[in-house]
């Protein structure tokens, strides 16, 4: 296998992803929840993404920027992971698909290189983004990797509140169980919560020098 940056993710890539079917039953689960946080005066995206435990205790957090509107949301995440330098998460939960003013991430690239199952969680009904992307720079390119996420799919979390999901390297049904593992109440897994609090910081930080 071809090496990934510094060598030491060539023996990562080449771990087996457990189930999430098996992860569910362990009290080690670790999360990395992504979010973002982003202002077209600088435009600049905050990205932040935040380890957590299934105990709630966070151990890790990374963070870069990428371009409002631009077409680096997929690599953003991709340093995200790469940056916490370590082979013990689970599975990674994403706040959306489409962000940082249409900045579309590639799931399925996203899974293909990092090989960790992926969950993206939005949280509102939508009649789609197809129009708005094409207006975009690139629009094509942008409209076709959305096609390429695939459909949301409705589901109801331990609390009662329906979210939306795409998920990769596990079922519809193993999402479910990872993401009520992390919820603690209303709609927002605590690892999403916590990442979007701390990019909302650092954004206020950049705006304020």
Known sequence: ????????????????????????????????GVAESFTRRKNKSVLVGVVMRRDLIVDGVSLTTITVGGLDATEGIIRIYKGLNRDDINFMLINGAVIA?????????????LRVPIISITYNPSKGLEQNLLKMDQGENRLEIYRRNGPRERVYLKTGYPVFIRCFGLTKDEAVGLLNAFVISG??????????LMARAVLKGMLDD
């Open 1 to 32: 296998m071809k090496k990934v940056g510094n060598g030491y993710y060539e023996g990562m890539m080449k771990k087996r992803v457990a189930t999430a079917t098996r992860l569910i039953s362990k009290k080690a689960i670790r999360c990395l």
């Open 187 to 196: 709609r927002v897994p605590e690892p999403i919560r916590l990442a979007n």
């Open 101 to 113: 003013f249409y900045n579309v991430i590639d799931l399925p690239r996203l899974y293909d290189e």
